[in-house]
């Protein structure tokens, strides 16, 4: 059975960075494009960034470019998720997601087929 765990999460104060990782296991994430998500309590999962398996294009929302960075370890079957400059905003449970599909642009949540279990990032002073 296919199973990514995120981890990383965390409380942190505004300006802080996090760096939350996602692990799959049963599977290689070679092939697979991995998105980041985020969810925050009475709003809708929103795309944050992605990384595709081909050529390791990224994409990141406009609310997180030039603070977050995503990469990928393949020899570690681990996908990272680096946050700098955080803010209370950026609060939400942190979910993510893989697809066996090419995806460009912004991760929409239908694009994706394997969901981890999420991981709370908590921004507050």
């Known amino acids: 059975q296919v199973q990514l765990v995120e981890s990383g999460g965390g409380l942190v104060q505004p300006g802080g960075s996090l760096r939350l990782s996602c692990a799959a296991s049963?599977?290689?994430?070679?092939?697979?494009?991995i998105g980041w998500f985020r969810q925050a309590p009475g709003k809708e999962r929103e795309g944050v960034s992605c990384i595709s398996y081909s050529d390791g294009t990224t994409y990141y929302a406009d609310s997180v470019k030039g603070r977050f960075t995503i990469s990928r370890d393949n020899a570690k079957n681990t996908v990272y998720l680096q946050m700098n400059s955080l803010k209370p905003e950026d609060t939400a449970v942190y979910y993510c997601a893989a697809t066996g599909a090419y995806v460009v642009g912004l991760p929409l949540p239908d694009e994706y087929d394997y969901w981890g279990q999420g991981t709370q990032v908590t921004v507050s002073s």
């Open positions: 049963k599977f290689t994430l070679d092939y697979y494009a």
